[in-house]
């Protein structure tokens, strides 16, 4: 028998059932499907958070793992240039929309830098996020096309020498004949930098960039600046002068005195000049008055300190010998120690140069990339260790107990030229002609690169102030430098301090100790004419022979 229930009871059961459904919230849809990244790639490579080198107009190809949504390419995709201003790309989906290309819409600027950005605006074709992350950046590559007509090799030699000139003329009747620091130091002068700016104008005088009136009248002016208006102690030259006033300008606190180094190189560039201007005229001999004047007061003798047996480097009327910075070799100062043993009137014995100058760690007589360096630290140092002193002192056929300099400074060049086409850090655009590690402006400093400190800056004058050691390297490097990268180095004042392809990175500066190799060096190349009258100067023979050097001039 069925049991029959009372329709009241029903109602209740059915009114329960219909409550408990209509309570019961209904289940969440499932999320849009997310899209991912796979992979990217830069004209069929793997592409790097950086890369280097790139083409003009790159192909870049991104693998989504799934499709994405072809309205939200243009707004994820962002290709800006170093100063953040936009770049026109063109997109295009492949493979069911899960591959993406992406090119500029017209060629890049050669050797610039640039960020691609994929932001999340990006969504899955069923409208879910980007979980992936693309932010890379790349440099452009060196436009190979010659940026100037081809002229002859000693065209572009006279060309160089006469450009980079200017750095000195340009200025020099504002700052009596002196040298500015660099490009941007208003009237602060460098004693050591004016001396390579008077041997660079010999050579202007000699090539015809100025008359030999022209020369001479700035370099006397210059004389008589040094001899009657700048600052001395113990006759030296402190570093920087006012090149208005002659006042001491301090190097640092307590390097506001006498630099003997600096002043080297200064009396180096003053010998230069006074045996160019021989002649008879009254002229000429007032001249070289001014010159004698001011070279034999240097009292070199007195910076052995109390008669020892090395130079130091500084001394101050305020701090005395607080810099407390011994002269010891090898580095750029050979010539300190050849200036000092010329004097005259305050001359050195030998003993200060053999027990002080050659110090522990002289002698070197490894080989690095199969050039045995006879002298100085591994590798041999930064580039101006072979160019300072040797603007005057002619390397060939010099010889001492310690070494054959002309295979001295022929080893350096070789080294550091191998070192950069060896590459060892990979930094972009070094090359077998593009290279030159000496001390230069860097970006947000100063800094003497070598090839134990190479921090990927090149400066021109580190290979073409090498001219009369590797010439065929040197021009090498000159025809790289004007011609494939010229739009950015080369100017009415010759070559920009410094460069770093890698940051795409271009010196703006011009600095007179750099620039001076470049005139002196190529002419010394071309002709040996600044070799021959330095080392024709009587007491630099003297001097030469004192300190036990040989050479067939001597």
Not at 102 to 113: E, H, Y
Not at 474 to 485: E, G, H, Q, R, V
Not at 522 to 547: C, D, S
Request: with cysteine; aromatic share 12%.
């Amino acid at each position: 028998m069925k049991k029959i229930l009372p329709a009241f009871t029903c109602c209740f059961f059915v009114a329960m059932i219909a409550c408990s459904t209509k309570d019961k919230p209904a289940p969440d849809p499932d999320p849009p499907a997310l899209v991912g990244l796979k992979s990217i790639r830069l004209n069929g490579a793997d592409m790097a958070d950086r890369t280097y080198g790139t083409a003009r107009k790159p192909v870049v190809e991104v693998q989504f793992t799934t499709a994405v949504l072809p309205a939200s390419v243009t707004g994820a995709v962002q290709l800006t240039g170093s100063g953040g201003q936009p770049v026109t790309v063109n997109t295009s989906l492949q493979a069911g929309d899960a591959a993406l290309l992406i090119t500029p819409a017209d060629d890049l600027m050669p050797l610039s830098s640039y960020k691609l950005v994929i932001s999340n605006a990006l969504k899955s074709a069923a409208g879910g996020n980007f979980t992936g992350t693309v932010n890379k950046q790349f440099l452009t590559g060196i436009d190979s096309t010659d940026k100037f007509s081809l002229i002859s090799d000693d065209s572009l030699l006279t060309l160089v020498q006469k450009k980079t000139f200017n750095y000195f003329w340009n200025n020099a009747a504002s700052l009596n004949g002196m040298a500015r620091e660099r490009n941007s130091s208003g009237n602060t002068v460098t004693s050591g930098g004016s001396g390579f700016g008077f041997m660079a104008t010999v050579v202007a005088a000699e090539r015809g960039f100025i008359t030999r009136d022209q020369a001479l009248a700035s370099l006397t002016s210059a004389a008589d600046f040094l001899l009657n208006k700048a600052g001395t102690v113990k006759g030296a030259f402190p570093h920087w002068l006012d090149g208005t006033t002659g006042a001491i300008i301090p190097f640092s606190q307590k390097d506001n005195g006498a630099d003997i180094v600096e002043t080297s190189y200064a009396v180096m560039g003053l010998i230069t000049a006074r045996e160019y201007f021989k002649g008879v005229t009254a002229a000429e001999q007032n001249f070289r008055q001014k010159v004698n004047a001011i070279v034999d007061r240097v009292e070199w003798d007195f910076f052995r300190r109390d008669d020892g047996n090395v130079l130091y480097w500084h001394y101050s009327n305020n701090y005395g010998w607080d810099m407390n910075l011994p002269i010891r070799g090898w580095n750029e100062c050979l010539i300190t120690y050849v200036m000092a043993a010329s004097s005259t009137t305050h001359g050195i014995p030998p003993t200060v140069y053999t027990q002080g100058w050659v110090g522990t760690g002289y002698t070197n007589g490894k080989q690095y990339y199969g050039y045995t360096l006879p002298l100085g630290p591994d590798y041999g140092g930064p580039l101006f260790f072979s160019h300072y002193s040797f603007m005057g002192i002619d390397p060939n056929g010099l010889h001492d107990i310690y070494a054959n300099y002309k295979d001295q400074v022929v080893a350096h060049s070789n080294i550091n030229r191998a070192y950069c086409a060896d590459n060892p850090l990979k930094y972009y655009g070094y090359s077998g002609d593009c290279w030159g590690l000496t001390a230069s402006d860097i970006p947000g400093g100063y800094s003497a690169s070598s090839p134990v400190n190479d921090l990927g800056v090149i400066a021109p004058t580190a290979a073409l102030s090498s001219f009369p050691f590797t010439p065929e390297k040197s021009m090498a490097a000159l025809k790289f430098f004007y011609y494939k990268l010229g739009d950015k180095l080369f100017t009415e004042q010759g070559f920009v301090d410094a460069f770093k392809l890698q940051d795409a990175w271009f010196a703006d500066s011009f600095l007179a100790i750099d620039q001076g190799p470049v005139i002196v060096m190529i002419e010394n190349h071309r002709t040996g004419l600044l070799w021959k009258l330095f080392t024709n100067a009587p007491e630099v023979k003297a001097g030469m022979r004192t300190l036990g050097f040989t050479a067939p001039y001597l």
